[in-house]
């Protein structure tokens, strides 16, 4: 009998030594993740503000500024397709 106590003692002792390194690996994740949650806020923020000024850039009237409009003037041509196509046979 005296055995088996000593046996249940060593196994509580294993166990609660287990559980001390779970609890101590667990709370060094914790920290780990609240660390890292803070960062990743941040870099989110980050990201929105960023969204933000491009979606108002794109949004006003100056955002395509640096392309020019076609010019009036230009007509598309309707020959020159036709004279190459039909010196050719029709294309048959």
Same mark, same amino acid.
């Given at each position: +009998?005296? $055995?088996?106590?000593?046996? +249940?003692?060593d196994e509580t002792f294993a166990l609660m030594k287990s559980q001390a390194e779970i609890d101590?690996? @667990? &709370?060094e994740e914790? $920290?780990?993740f609240m660390q890292? &949650?803070?960062?990743?806020?941040?870099g989110l923020e980050g990201? @929105?503000?960023a969204l933000g000024v491009l979606r108002d850039y794109y949004a006003s009237d100056d955002a395509f500024v640096q392309q020019s409009a076609m010019p009036e003037q230009?007509?598309?041509a309707s020959s020159a397709g036709t004279s190459i196509i039909g010196s050719r046979g029709?294309?048959?």
């Open positions: +009998m005296a $055995a088996d106590g000593k046996d +249940m003692d101590k690996i @667990r &709370q914790s $920290a780990d890292a &949650q803070s960062d990743l806020k941040i990201v @929105r503000k230009h007509v598309k029709g294309g048959e």
